[in-house]
C-alpha cells in the first residue's frame, strides 16, 4: 500500500507552522515533508516530530531570495557563495530532522544556453557530493512553466538525462505526477519508464492542482501501479485543498495507517 507523506507547506496551512506536524498526525498521516523549514530552529522541528512520531522525508535546499524571484541558486551566476552556505544550512536541518532526501531547486534559467548548464551541472556534483558524505540522497525535479515561468528544469527527459550524465550514486529524479503530466502526460509511461531513478513522488490533481481523485488522472490506478511496480517510497501530498485540509481527506482514507 502507497505511503503518504503530509506536505506542510500545502496541507494544513489553516494552522501555523510547527501545530500542522500535530494536525497531519491526527488526520492519520505517519511522515511529513515541506518547502522550506528554515524560518523555524533545527530543533523545533526535531521536536513536532518527536512529540508527534512523525518522519521526515524532504525538504529543499534555501531557494535564495524568494521575494525577489530568485527560485533556486544552483544555475545563477554570481551567486555560487550563497549556494554553498545553503549546503551546510540544509544538512544542519537534516541531522535534526533525520531526513535522508533533500530537494535542489534548479532556478531560473535557460539550460539551452551553455554557462548556464554547466553552473547548474557543477551544483548538482558539489551538492551530492557532500550529501553523499551524510548518506543523503540529492532530488531533482522537472517543474512545469505554467506554475514556474522560466524554470531551467523543465522536462522531465532532459532530468533523466542529467542524472545518468553525471553518474552521481545520490542523485535521484523526484516526479511529481501533476507537474509531468502538465509537461508531457502519458504518466504511466513515464513511471515505468523511469522507475529506477525515482527517488520521490508527489501527488495533486491536475489542472487545478487540486485533491488527488479528481481531474484528468486516475489517480488509483497509479498508485496500485506503484504498488506492482515496487515503489517503496514516499508520495508527498503537494496540493492545494479546494475546501480545507481535513474536508477534502477522503480520498485518503483507503489508504490511511491504523
Known amino acids: 500500500m502507497p505511503r503518504f507523506a503530509a506536505n506542510l507547506s500545502f496541507l494544513f496551512t489553516e494552522l501555523p507552522f510547527l501545530e ?8 492519520g498521516f ?9 524560518d523555524h530552529a533545527p530543533d523545533e522541528i526535531a521536536a513536532q516530530l518527536e512529540a508527534h512520531k512523525l518522519e521526515q522525508v524532504l525538504f529543499n535546499l534555501a531557494p535564495g531570495d524568494w521575494a525577489k524571484g530568485e527560485r533556486g541558486l544552483a544555475c545563477l551566476e554570481g551567486r555560487e557563495a550563497a549556494f554553498h552556505a545553503s549546503i551546510a544550512t540544509a544538512l544542519t536541518y537534516a541531522r535534526a530532522s533525520g531526513t535522508t532526501r533533500l530537494h535542489l531547486m ?3 534559467g535557460d539550460r539551452r544556453d551553455g554557462a548556464t548548464l554547466l553552473r547548474y551541472k557543477a551544483a548538482l556534483r558539489q551538492a551530492a557530493e557532500a550529501l553523499a558524505q551524510e548518506g543523503i540522497t540529492l532530488l531533482i525535479e522537472p517543474l512545469n512553466g505554467r506554475d514556474m515561468p522560466g524554470y ?13 550524465e553525471t553518474g552521481l550514486k545520490n542523485l535521484r529524479l523526484q516526479l511529481d505526477l501533476y507537474h509531468a503530466q502538465i509537461l508531457h502526460g502519458d504518466i504511466t ?70
Not at 500542522?20 to 488526520?27: D, I, L, S
Request: aromatic share 12%.
Open 20 to 27: 500542522r506536524f500535530g494536525a497531519a498526525a491526527r488526520a
Open 30 to 38: 505517519t511522515a511529513v515533508e515541506y518547502l522550506f523549514p528554515y
Open 106 to 108: 534548479a532556478g531560473l
Open 152 to 164: 531551467l528544469l523543465d522536462d522531465v527527459p532532459f532530468a533523466a538525462a542529467l542524472i545518468k
Open 189 to 258: 509511461t513515464v513511471i515505468e519508464r523511469l522507475l529506477p531513478m525515482i527517488g520521490h513522488i508527489q501527488i495533486a490533481s491536475v489542472p487545478l492542482r487540486h485533491e488527488p481523485m479528481r481531474g484528468e488522472m486516475h489517480d488509483a490506478y497509479l498508485f496500485a501501479l506503484l504498488d506492482r511496480l515496487g515503489y517503496n517510497g514516499f508520495i508527498g501530498c503537494e496540493y492545494h485543498p479546494e475546501a480545507g485540509t481535513l474536508e477534502g481527506l477522503g480520498w485518503f482514507a483507503p489508504y490511511r495507517r491504523p
